[in-house]
């Protein structure tokens, strides 16, 4: 059983402030302690993969950690976090926002947000976080032409390869998928996608519809504890 973490923004803000989008640096440093004091390793998306195709050994407590959106202050703040404790993750970019500032929480009540530069992407890459792809323009795949989800995927998926030799990794916009966006996200290359369904990826799950948890500002500690699936 695999459970896959899934956050948007990380900033030092005050651990109570409830900012959209947005887990509290001192809250996502508590959790991530709290996971490597229970022994738990984090997988690459590859990985991942690997054990839920059968390929790979199963066993030991596991989880996968990912970013939506491509935000920089991830890089800035989580990722020096994570390899502090030894720990790895995916971004999930959005290519045609790479080094720009969009306002997509604004109208929620949230902030604007920065997106990691393709320099930045490539030093987090060198340093062993997966770069994945979350479309050219952040668009609902299940509401867009043909012709545009292909685009969308495809694309996406090139400008990644381009800068940084690889991407095999997809999370779908808003979690939105149906079986066309799935056939498209496949015949792009990717190896998996992540969706926005809560639960735990057991051997079988279909690699392109992966679970995830998902973790917000309004996530205790009791309750991430039950999204890695520790009920104790
Ligand atoms: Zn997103």
Sequence with gaps: MVPILMYHAVLPIDATAKVRGTVPLAVFRDQIGWLARRGYR???????????DGSGAEGGRCVAITFDDGYRCVLEHAFPVL???GMTATLFVVTGAVGTTTDWYVA????????AGWDELERAAAQGFTIGSHTMS????VTASDTAVADEVGASREAIVKRLGA??????PFGAHGDASVAAVQRAGYRSACTTEA????RGQPLLRLRRQSVSRNT???RFRRRVGAWF
Excluded: M, P, Q
């Design 220 to 222: 205790t500690a009791g």
């Design 108 to 115: 929620g009540g949230g902030r604007a947000f920065e997106h």
């Design 199 to 202: 639960g735990f990826n057991r």
């Design 167 to 172: 991407c095999d990794h997809f999370a779908y």
């Design 83 to 85: 390899a502090e404790f």
């Design 42 to 52: 984090t997988l690459t998306l590859d990985a991942v993969a690997e054990r839920l």
């Design 138 to 141: 952040h668009l609902s795949l």
